[in-house]
């Protein structure tokens, strides 16, 4: 019997402890909410976001509470502290967290709740809130290739560009020791083999650059179809909003014939690339004029289509006219100089690096400025594509 | 000068209790108690320092609780409320007059346990209604705790 009775109170203090337990644990639980901001959202894969997080809830006396954030599945946290501890008083604490995680997949990554820590003298107890509100907000994250760090470096004698590479060439540009937290799959396991330890490969960087926008403006001096006109401000515009959310700079080359008006060269910023498109983009008045000439290799196809009339015909008067025509041909091809145009346009062309150019005109008046324009541009192994608000014109333009 | 500490009265309490219920009822095994109670002196000197101290008191009080239950059932709820007391004080529980409940609830529910024990002839009977009590306890508690994490986890 006294057996019996020692333990049962010892069971009975022991239910008493949990159940008062229990029920602080459960309004400290209640008491608990958190208010997440972001730096920004969406973040691309692979870059550091901040996350500033408001954590109220209560304490109670000797009951040890810990709150901890729980950062979004798939992603690492780099710095600062997600866990804050709550005082023993009862009243209501508010604590600021602060950190920075790295998310390491894209797609959409809601954050994985709170998790409430609660201990006192005789039990402990963790409770993960995961209910819709402890997990906002959700962060998006867009798909990115590897960030390479700059693949060359001047100690390694090397005289490549420093810049950065978003995307990950194939070319392997040298070899190193193993590091954490290099990606395993760029082991180059026979080297590796070969010499007993680790290394990995370092690629190249590939250049992904934004295409050239540029825009052949009217001249002032004649009339222009101002419907074609505002639609083509309006293609540039959003052409330029597309680069600038793609490759986070773009360059706009603004011409007026064979009149080179300004240069915006890799603009990061919308609003500044905006203000001085708006500032730029109206009829404007040209010095210089081609006056419909044809330059140095329509000059030679001309000669050449002259050559084989010549050969075809038999009849005298058509012969004579042929003969007329490619003497004038080659009169003008031997004094034709090379345009100041082309220069310039070379000139301004080595200020930016591109792979491809959109060029939009109105095609109005003269347009063998776009023929050479497009020329220049082909030769230097650039993709040219000619936006002509007019379709007749368009295909006169084609180079 | 530091405030006396709440775990002494009680042991003072519970040694002029156990003494005297020896005493009194004229106890065979008298030696026994107060050999327990010189063992719960004893760990309450040595555990001053120590982190787990309501463990040692526990362990060193309970053989007295059961010592004076076989000499009286009452002189047992004594000695186990005095030791839950020295436990509660050595464990820092007893700092505020509202600390006093569940010392108090402990006690209540002593006596109950006691009661039961004390109208009921057999062990067996007094065990299955503890046990029962005990086990319908933890069943409410698993569902409140079920219900609680569902209500928190979203799911």
């Given at each position: 019997m006294a057996?019996?009775?020692?333990?049962?109170?010892?069971?009975?203090?022991?239910?008493?402890?949990?159940?008062?337990?229990d029920k602080g644990l459960?309004?400290?639980?209640?008491?608990?909410?958190?208010?997440?901001?972001?730096?920004?959202?969406?973040?691309?894969?692979?870059?550091?976001l901040q996350v500033t997080a408001i954590v109220t809830g209560r304490g109670s006396s000797r009951m040890q509470v810990q709150i901890a954030d729980l950062i979004p599945p798939h992603t690492i946290l780099v710095d600062g502290v997600t866990?804050?501890?709550i005082n023993p008083d009862p009243s209501s604490q508010v604590r600021q967290l602060s950190y920075q995680i790295v998310p390491d997949i894209h797609g959409t990554q809601p954050f994985s709740g709170v998790s409430v820590t609660v201990g006192n003298l005789f039990f402990e107890d963790t409770v993960q809130l995961t209910r819709e509100r402890d997990r906002e907000p959700v962060l998006s994250v867009q798909p990115s290739g590897f960030f390479e760090p700059p693949v060359s470096e001047l100690s390694e004698g090397n005289l490549d560009s420093r810049k950065l590479s978003v995307w990950r060439g194939t070319d392997i540009h040298s070899l190193r020791e193993y590091s954490p937290g290099d990606d395993i799959r760029h082991v180059d396991w026979k080297i590796s083999a070969k010499y007993g330890k680790?290394?990995?490969?370092?690629?190249?960087?590939?250049?992904?650059?934004?295409?050239?926008?540029?825009?052949?403006?009217?001249?002032s001096s004649v009339p222009w179809p101002a419907k074609e006109f505002d639609r083509m401000i309006s293609d540039v515009t959003g052409m330029v909003k597309h680069?600038?959310?793609?490759?986070?700079?773009?360059?706009?080359?603004?011409?007026?014939?064979?009149?080179?008006?300004?240069?915006?060269?890799?603009?990061?910023?919308?609003?500044?690339c905006i203000s001085e498109l708006r500032e730029w983009m109206h009829p404007a008045e040209r010095q210089d004029h081609f006056y419909h000439m044809k330059d140095r290799s329509d000059l030679r196809s001309s000669v050449r289509e002259c050559e084989n009339g010549l050969q075809q015909t038999p009849d005298p008067g058509m012969q004579a006219f042929y003969e007329a025509m490619r003497d004038r041909y080659l009169t003008v091809l031997q004094y034709q100089r090379v345009p100041a145009f082309s220069g310039q346009v070379a000139r301004t062309l080595s200020q930016?690096?591109?792979?491809?150019?959109?060029?939009?005109?109105?095609?109005?008046?003269?347009?063998?400025?776009?023929?050479q324009l497009a020329r220049l541009l082909q030769s230097q192994n650039i993709r040219v594509h000619i936006r002509i608000m007019d379709a007749a014109v368009a295909r006169e333009a084609r180079p | 000068m530091t405030p006396p500490q709440p775990e002494y009265p009680f042991f003072i309490a519970l040694a002029i209790g156990v003494t005297g219920i020896?005493?009194?009822?004229?106890?065979p095994a008298w030696y026994l108690n107060i050999a327990l109670l010189l063992l719960?002196?004893?760990i309450l000197v040595i555990t001053r320092t120590l982190h787990e101290r309501g463990f040692y008191l526990v362990c060193a009080g309970e053989p007295l609780v059961v010592a004076c239950g076989i000499m009286n059932l009452w002189a047992g709820l004594f000695s186990a409320c005095m030791l839950a007391g020295i436990v509660y004080g050595a464990l820092g529980l007893l700092e505020s007059q509202k600390d006093l409940i569940p010392f108090a609830l402990f006690c209540g529910g002593s006596f109950i346990i006691a009661l039961l024990i004390q109208v009921s002839n057999h062990v067996p009977l007094a065990l299955l209604v503890i046990g029962g009590l005990t086990a319908v306890i933890l069943a409410i508690q698993s569902v409140r705790t079920y219900q609680f994490r569902k209500q928190y986890t979203g799911a």
């Open positions: 057996i019996l009775f020692a333990g049962g109170t010892l069971v009975a203090a022991l239910l008493g402890q949990y159940l008062l337990f459960r309004e400290i639980v209640a008491s608990v909410d958190i208010e997440r901001s972001l730096s920004r959202n969406p973040v691309r894969k692979g870059t550091p866990t804050v501890t680790l290394f990995v490969k370092r690629y190249t960087g590939e250049m992904s650059s934004p295409p050239l926008i540029i825009l052949d403006l009217p001249w680069t600038l959310q793609t490759y986070q700079y773009v360059s706009v080359l603004l011409i007026s014939g064979p009149n080179i008006l300004h240069l915006i060269r890799e603009e990061k910023n919308l609003s500044r930016v690096t591109i792979t491809e150019a959109y060029l939009f005109s109105l095609g109005c008046g003269d347009t063998s400025h776009i023929r | 020896s005493v009194l009822l004229g106890s719960v002196c004893g």
